[in-house]
T-cell receptor, first 112, second 115 residues
Framework: GNSVTQMEGPVTLSEEAFLTINCTYT??????LFWYVQYPGEGLQLLLK?????DKGSNKGFEATYRKETTSFHLEKGSVQVSDSAVYFC???????????FGKGTTLSVSS | DAGVTQSPTHLIKTRGQHVTLRCSPI?????VSWYQQVLGQGPQFIFQ???????GRGNFPDRFSARQFPNYSSELNVNALLLGDSALYLC??????????????FGPGTRLTVL
């Protein structure tokens, strides 16, 4: 079945540093790919998505490009802020399409 | 507009008890999904309901059950609680069934602690 692997954390950065969180997937076909963010004490929010190969999803300064050649969907941000401190999850639909399959999450901590 | 709401926020139970968690989807959304998030892990899919019918089930024991009501709200029931059931239970609503084409909106979750 479909699966996703993302880099382990925690990731600790200083404000304005460059961020990359790696995500690779295994899937049948070319499913949509997602990044979700979970701020402390809250539920998950969709951060960005890409629905087909070579698509770039972007939101709030974050970007991720759907790379079918490398089966990857890495999350990047050029200049992180303290307010970006959260847990980030890479996700894709299950093979049946009724569920989301999440990675284990990467905790980002940004200090000023 | 109100987002997905869940109740209660926190819950403490003892082993062997049962628990009922509740979820109200965003108005107009007909699909509700339940996920279990153990501390330090990503959410794991439990159930999806659409138009009151079960459309998907994850790899959870029969102690877990759910239902959806005519107003599209949903309940998750867990019987014979085990310590390992301690987790954040997330509810997500979406307009339709497919997780590829329908964004899932998550509630804040119910934190269940089993002692």
């Amino acid at each position: 079945g479909n699966s996703v692997t993302q880099m382990e954390g925690p990731v600790t950065l200083s404000e304005e540093a460059f961020l990359t969180i790696n995500c690779t997937y295994t899937a049948t076909g070319y499913p949509s790919l997602f990044w979700y963010v979970q701020y402390p004490g809250e539920g998950l929010q969709l951060l960005l998505k890409a629905t087909k190969a070579d698509d770039k999803g972007s939101n709030k300064g974050f970007e991720a490009t759907y790379r079918k050649e490398t089966t990857s969907f890495h999350l990047e941000k050029g200049s992180v802020q303290v307010s970006d401190s959260a847990v980030y999850f890479c996700a894709l639909p299950s093979q049946a399409g009724t569920a989301l399959i999440f990675g284990k999450g990467t905790t980002l901590s940004v200090s000023s | 507009d109100a987002g997905v709401t869940q109740s209660p926020t926190h819950l403490i139970k003892t082993r062997g008890q049962h628990v009922t968690l509740r979820c109200s989807p965003i108005s107009g959304h007909k699909s509700v999904s339940w996920y279990q998030q153990v501390l330090g892990q990503g959410p794991q899919f439990i159930f999806q309901y659409y138009e009151k019918e079960e459309r998907g089930r994850g790899n959870f024991p029969d102690r877990f059950s759910a239902r959806q009501f005519p107003n599209y709200s949903s309940e998750l029931n867990v019987n014979a609680l085990l310590l390992g059931d301690s987790a954040l239970y997330l509810c997500a609503s979406s307009p339709g069934v497919s997780s590829s084409y329908n964004e899932q909106f998550f509630g804040p979750g119910t934190r269940l602690t089993v002692l």
